[in-house]
């Protein structure tokens, strides 16, 4: 059995699924895609006894980022995200977030590129750049887990998205399919929104596959 714990909550005007990826050993976590209502995950985090060491994003998206700065200034931890995806996160028309209540944007610390294998929370995280949904969007694999954090990138038997900015439904498929085509059959993919899948159920009926 992994030492990987992962909690999840939906949070948001949207549904956005946040996950905290707990090391069972050491108690040190990292926090996916926190899209909203801070108070309430700071509280998640501080009752599940960890101490968080990053935090993740899958994309630039409003509801996937609402509430990063509060929880980057409250546990002082470096926001990743990939080098592609600033523009999307600093561009409040970019994100989406001046389409509803008000405009913000969010800060990278950790500018990353395609591949980049990065140490968070004891773990050996993968970040693939997976264009199509927004430019920089990015996968979390956690190869000794078997387990993909897939934002809007992958869903379950379908994918995410592209009529949005800097979607693109061409890039998209290619990055769907280059997954698939990488990844072992049994890795647990966990999406942006709706329900877990794994990479072999989508290379038998994600249309996109």
Same mark, same amino acid.
């Given at each position: 059995?992994?030492?990987?714990?992962?909690?999840?909550?939906?949070? @948001?005007?949207?549904?956005?699924?946040?996950? !905290?990826?707990?090391?069972?050993?050491?108690?040190?976590?990292? +926090?996916?895609?926190?899209?909203?209502?801070?108070?309430?995950?700071?509280?998640?985090?501080?009752?599940? $006894?960890?101490?968080?060491?990053?935090?993740?994003?899958?994309?630039?998206? *409003?509801?996937?980022?609402?509430?990063?700065?509060?929880?980057?200034?409250? *546990?002082?931890?470096?926001?990743?995200?990939?080098?592609?995806?600033?523009? %999307?996160?600093?561009?409040?028309? +970019?994100?989406?977030? &001046?389409?509803?209540?008000? =405009?913000?944007? %969010?800060?990278?610390?950790?500018?990353?590129?395609?591949?980049? %294998?990065?140490? %968070?929370? $004891?773990?050996?995280?993968?970040?693939?750049?997976?264009?199509?949904?927004?430019?920089?969007?990015? &996968?979390?694999?956690? =190869?000794?887990?078997?387990?993909? *954090?897939?934002?809007?990138? !992958?869903?379950?038997?379908?994918? $995410?998205?592209?009529?949005?900015?800097? $979607?693109?439904?061409?890039? +998209?498929?290619? #990055?769907?399919?280059?997954?698939?085509?990488?990844?072992?059959?049994?890795?647990?993919?966990?999406? @942006?929104?709706? &329900?877990?899948? #794994?990479?072999?159920?989508?290379?038998?009926?994600?249309?996109?596959?």
């Amino acid at each position: 059995m992994g030492k990987l714990k992962i909690e999840q909550r939906v949070i @948001g005007p949207v549904a956005t699924n946040v996950y !905290l990826g707990i090391n069972t050993e050491t108690k040190e976590a990292f +926090l996916v895609d926190p899209a909203d209502r801070a108070e309430d995950i700071a509280l998640w985090i501080t009752q599940a $006894g960890v101490t968080l060491k990053a935090i993740l994003l899958t994309h630039g998206h *409003f509801d996937h980022i609402g509430a990063v700065s509060e929880l980057k200034k409250r *546990f002082q931890v470096p926001v990743y995200a990939m080098a592609a995806e600033v523009v %999307v996160m600093e561009d409040s028309t +970019l994100n989406l977030s &001046c389409n509803w209540a008000s =405009a913000f944007t %969010v800060k990278c610390d950790q500018e990353l590129k395609d591949e980049e %294998v990065i140490s %968070v929370a $004891g773990f050996e995280i993968t970040a693939y750049h997976t264009p199509g949904h927004t430019k920089g969007g990015a &996968c979390y694999y956690v =190869a000794s887990e078997r387990v993909l *954090f897939a934002g809007d990138t !992958l869903f379950y038997h379908s994918v $995410g998205r592209t009529d949005l900015p800097t $979607g693109s439904m061409g890039e +998209l498929r290619r #990055s769907v399919q280059r997954l698939l085509s990488i990844l072992p059959d049994e890795t647990r993919v966990l999406p @942006g929104h709706d &329900c877990d899948t #794994s990479i072999a159920d989508e290379k038998r009926y994600n249309p996109y596959s």
